[in-house]
């Protein structure tokens, strides 16, 4: 919205503003139209090809604002079954500020992953979180490590990397890998001591899961063990390539945090995927 006024390119603002039964987006979801680009998705189809439709006549018409209602059955061709309003609004200075008000409250009200690390799998990682409805703080005590991740990432450069942990909000995530075994423990460990966190995940392997739980067992903590994700992205796909690791390690993240439920990672996942988590040991959520 800002490129285009500062371009002056003429564009609308589509967003469902109601979603009714079956739908393919949900209400609140939006697209950015000109006269010949579109960005983002009310859902596609139909649906999405009558917005485009009527954001382009209302810019073509010098209009401010519209509706459209949509019911989504054969006589569109999409068979959601559900009825959706569409409003379409012209990109103004006054619908910027509006927009840039609602995005801040949104933002300040996902939830909070944070990453330690950035190294090759730690970038990789938040490559693949930075475009979900997550919050994300990646913490490293190299603020050069820091440099050059996806816009909207939290930059986090500290010598004391366990504080970013202590000071956490509640239910957020901890995703763990250094470039230091012994830091990993002290901030894994960190972590689950919270007794809060919607997900603690350590990359690494069989091994190390039981280096750690030796550890925990010397100070009479054994049991945190069992709610550790070690190793993170833990499919049963033998993959080390940071791409895939954090593709993975991603949709473990954003079950956990998105889903707003108690439940351990191996059931949440267990009806999508039988061979997920096939190692027997339960890591909880």
């Known amino acids: 919205m800002r490129d285009c006024l500062l ?16 739908t393919p987006r949900e209400e609140g979801a939006a697209m950015l139209v000109t006269a010949n680009a579109v960005q983002g998705t009310v859902g596609g189809g139909r649906l999405e090809w009558h917005g485009i ?12 604002e519209a509706r459209l209602a949509v019911p989504l059955g054969p006589r569109i061709g999409q068979c959601c079954g559900g009825h959706v309003t569409l409003h379409l ?3 103004t200075e006054a619908a910027l500020a509006e927009e840039e008000e609602q995005e801040a409250r949104e933002r300040a009200s996902l939830p909070v992953a944070l990453l330690f690390g950035a190294g090759h799998t730690g970038r990789a990682v938040a490559e693949a979180l930075s475009p979900l409805p997550i919050r994300l703080r990646v913490v490293d005590s190299r603020p050069e490590a820091l440099e050059g991740l996806p816009p909207g990432v939290e930059r986090l450069g500290l010598a004391i990397p366990e504080a970013a942990v202590a000071s956490a909000p509640p239910r957020s995530a901890f995703l763990v890998m250094t470039h230091d075994h012994p830091l990993d423990f002290l901030l894994a460990a960190a972590a689950l001591r919270r007794g809060d966190a919607s997900y603690v995940g350590m990359i ?17 903590e054994e049991a945190l063990v069992a709610g550790l994700t070690l190793p993170v992205g833990g499919s049963g796909l033998r993959d080390k ?16 945090l998105l889903s707003n439920q108690q439940e351990s990672l191996p059931d949440r996942l267990a009806g999508a995927d039988p061979g997920c988590h096939s190692d027997g040991v339960r890591r909880t959520g």
Do not use: D, N
């Open 7 to 22: 371009s002056g390119t003429p564009a609308a603002i589509v967003r469902v503003g109601q979603a009714l039964g079956s």
């Open 241 to 256: 390539r940071p791409a895939v690791i954090a593709a993975l390690t991603a949709a473990e993240v954003a079950v956990c």
């Open 204 to 220: 690494g392997s069989a091994t190390k899961r039981e280096t750690f739980r030796r550890a925990l067992a010397e100070t009479g």
């Open 89 to 91: 609004r012209a990109v």
């Open 53 to 64: 439709e009527a954001a382009r006549a209302l810019i073509a018409g010098g209009e401010r």
